[in-house]
């Protein structure tokens, strides 16, 4: 039964490495497109503008939509963070009592035996 507890140890282990690791890759991936639009969004904000009217009009109402856009990907990106941490937390706490499940199925099997 010891080897099985041990199975069980190195596969909780994994999980919870491989939770963490996606969380983080997702965070990161979020907040480098967030940063990756802002700077494409001031680059061309900064390009020379046509002295017509209309066009500074267009460029206007593009900023504006174009910074709710970031803005708006900033606030989702922290709400999924938050969920994807609960959700792993969640998953932990199951890994943990699976764990201590197993523990104790083990302890009255041994003692049956």
């Given at each position: 039964?010891?080897?099985?507890l ?6 909780m ?5 491989f ?10 991936f ?6 990756a639009?802002r ?5 061309l904000l ?10 500074k009009e267009?460029l206007d109402?593009y900023q504006s939509?174009l910074m709710?856009?970031?803005?708006s ?6 709400k999924?963070g938050?969920i994807?941490?609960t959700?792993k937390?969640?998953v ?11 523990k104790?199925?083990t302890?009255?099997?041994?003692k049956?035996a």
């Amino acid at each position: 039964m010891e080897k099985v507890l041990e199975y069980i140890d190195a596969w909780m282990k994994s999980q919870k490495e491989f939770m963490e690791s996606w969380v983080n890759s997702q965070k990161e991936f979020t907040e480098n497109w967030t940063v990756a639009t802002r700077i494409i969004h001031d680059s061309l904000l900064n390009m020379a503008r046509p002295p017509e009217d209309s066009t500074k009009e267009i460029l206007d109402i593009y900023q504006s939509a174009l910074m709710a856009m970031v803005d708006s990907s900033k606030v989702l990106t922290d709400k999924a963070g938050k969920i994807q941490d609960t959700w792993k937390i969640n998953v932990e706490r199951q890994m943990d009592i699976s764990r201590e499940l197993m523990k104790n199925y083990t302890d009255i099997f041994s003692k049956a035996a």
